[in-house]
């Protein structure tokens, strides 16, 4: 069982930055893709951001290529997501996600477990 926790949400104007983290409660954390989504009321998760298990092959929804970065640290069994020159459609609720998929992809259901989510406003 893995247990994944975020932390860094909050709210922030149009043009600011904000930094989530995941951390994961599992000690073979990097058997693990990771991704990040979001959803925002009344919408589907939206894929934003996934990263392989050792890092090295990264993929980034359209709407957020070019200003967020996701990152993993395997030995801090940790992953990131640096959110920068948010708009207000980043709005959301933005989840962790793990995988034992090799490559599982910008589907939700390709992944095995969720953190609980945390909120992210951005005000214009």
């Known amino acids: 069982q893995v247990q994944l926790v975020e932390s860094g949400g909050g709210s922030v104007q149009a043009g600011g930055s904000l930094r989530l983290s995941c951390a994961a409660s599992?000690?073979?954390?990097?058997?693990?893709?990771m991704g990040w989504f979001r959803q925002a009321p009344g919408k589907e998760r939206e894929f934003v951001a996934a990263t392989s298990r050792g890092g090295g092959v990264i993929d980034y929804g359209d709407s957020v290529k070019g200003r967020f970065t996701i990152s993993r640290d395997n030995a801090k069994r940790t992953v990131n997501l640096q959110m920068n020159s948010l708009k207000p459609e980043d709005t959301a609720v933005y989840y962790c996600?793990?995988?034992?998929?090799?490559?599982?992809?910008?589907?939700?259901?390709?992944?095995?477990?969720w953190g609980q989510g945390t909120q992210v406003t951005v005000s214009s």
């Open positions: 599992v000690g073979t954390f990097s058997t693990y893709a």
């Open positions: 996600a793990a995988s034992r998929t090799v490559v599982p992809g910008r589907t939700p259901r390709n992944y095995d477990y």
